[in-house]
């Protein structure tokens, strides 16, 4: 954690600032470090973002972070020297933030934004619908494809030509879920169901119906039933009374009489929450008074749903609400609508990475990346394969070596040069064991050039990542600053931070050099007692005056008590304190009127008084004391020899006119 902490650190001061326009002498050399020259751009891009708030640059905060730039670039000469940037782990850590940063470039923007327009416009608008659903595998065959469609569209015309949608649906449908209710799958919104069938919906007027639908699940007959403004989202508390599928008569009347019995203690003026601890079934959520997640339209059975948005004040309850689960009351506890486009963007992109229309943002990347890329495709090189692909590549078994002969070029993007045996590894390494009836030379060929697509098509992404450096600055200059941060973090780490924790010798030999640096103030040596009662408050504070003048100690004195009655008199603290600690205490210890070997009253609801055993005058801190403060100037002291020693073994010359240019 530590390290991703500074890491994090460094890399924002090391971002790139994209707000500022370049000057046409970016490439002009500012630093030279022996060999190695640094470009105005570079130190300007870095300079600006870390000092957003400056209107205008001044010599001096220039001068100042060009001193601190300078050792940065240091450190990360010296760690590349070390051989840092070689290790394996700084290798692969570098590849994890490339793949990161490389993702906003990877995706076609444009179809991203419309995405997010229709989602957000669909967002504003619940939909009914009823269905009827004609299962398929996604690797059904072409015949068993054709055979699904035909039996939807057969459907689709029935419903055209006037019978009972519903009818159908319970008669026909393979969806055990809503064929019981006659296809009726209620309210729904966008992102709550498959794109495809969404889509579909979304493009119906109402009773209208829609040809088959194609989605994962299989072929849809869709009905568009009722089209509302979305009503956002509820949080509602609720009561409920569990009914088993199984239940029953006697059982299902039980719990009908118990859900009316707590509807009766609500009308009586009964608290909700504490009427959900007791007697609901729902047990996660009785324990925070019934209360249960935001949700949106298509998140609860229709009868829950409608319950829950038909109630418009807070604080109000429904009627006894039946569902598939049993019984319920329902509180509203709030409500909120659907927000603005702005509220509501950042959420729906996070969704949308999630969801399947994501596809359209890469098939359009990889369609513009094939036509900049002159992608050429061998056709007769791909058929090669269809010779060599049997059933083995459903099974699980199949191997490169089948293909041993296939060594041609299959396709070129760009330079680069893709062969049949790259093909034939990738789908060795990619297979897995799918089932699949009638795999006739028809599937083979389909799957051999749906495993195409997918092996080109994560070669023209890597091909574009590839490249990424050289097309965009902005992301060649993030990445070189990861790399140097990375670098950065390591050395310093070495050199500094864990060395100074783990040099106990060189941090003792500081400590000892400046341990006038770490003082303990005027500090108080005060004891907190608590009494019994208030009877006994006069009594307890004459008793701790006696016997402390007497000599004996605060221990003591507790003992004595004790033996008398186990409640008389304990000792709540034991400590000292610094002015500035407690402010209560500072008013006493630290006020010159007041005596020593005092007591003084400072809480008499809690019967707490205090006894000032003694003061003590300032006094250097032991370094188990100050181990914190001593480590982190060490640390310092390290990092400033480190640098000293760094500047002193490298010619460092900077380009004054360079310098002078930077406004």
Partial sequence: MTRLINLTGMIMLLSVATTFGQTNDDDATLLTIDNAKITKGEFVRIYKKNNTKDTQIDNKSLNDYLELFINFKLKVLEAEKLGLDTAESFKKELAGYRKQLAIPYLVDKDVDEKLLKEAYERKKIALRASHILIKLNDNATPQDTLVAYNKALD??????????FGKLAKENSEDETTKNTLGDISYFSVLSTVYPFETAAYNLKINEISMPVRTAFGYHVIKLTEKITNPGEVKVAHIMVLVPKDAKPEDVKKAEEKINEVYTKLQAGGDFGKLAIEFSDDKSSAKKGGELPWFGTGRMVPEFESAAFGL????????????AFGWHILKKVDSKPVGTYEEVKSDLQTKLTKDSRAQQSRISLIGRLKKEYNFK???????????VADTSLFSGNWKAEKAALLTKPLYTLGDSTYNQKQFANYLENTRKKTKVENANQAVLTMHINDQ?????????????????DNKYPQFRYLMNEYHDGIL???????????KAVKD??????????????????????????????????????????KKVSKGYSNEDIVKMETKKDSSALIIIENKLYQKGDNTSIDKIAFNAENALNKTYDINAEKHQILYINKMIEPQ??????????ATADYQAFLEKNWIS??????????????????K
């Fill in 377 to 387: 495709l061998n056709e007769k090189q791909l058929a090669e394969f269809y010779k």
């Fill in 488 to 498: 950065l973090f390591d050395l310093t780490d070495k050199m500094v931070w864990s």
């Fill in 452 to 468: 195409f697509n997918k092996f080109s098509e994560e070669k023209i992404i890597a091909y574009e990542e590839a490249r990424l």
């Fill in 645 to 662: 020693e760094l500047r002193s073994k490298h010619t460092i010359t900077v380009n004054k006119e360079v310098l002078s240019t930077i």
């Fill in 312 to 323: 418009k004040n807070q604080g109000e309850y429904s009627k006894p609400v039946r569902t």
């Fill in 155 to 164: 459907l689709y015309n029935k419903a055209k030509a006037g019978e009972d």
């Fill in 620 to 629: 250097v801190k032991s370094l188990p004391e100050a181990k914190g403060l």
């Fill in 504 to 545: 106990s010798i060189g941090l003792k030999e500081f400590y000892e050099k400046n341990k006038n640096s770490y003082m303990w103030e005027k500090r108080a040596d005060v004891t907190i007692f608590q009494y019994a009662n208030d009877k006994a408050k006069d009594e307890t504070i004459k008793l701790i005056e």
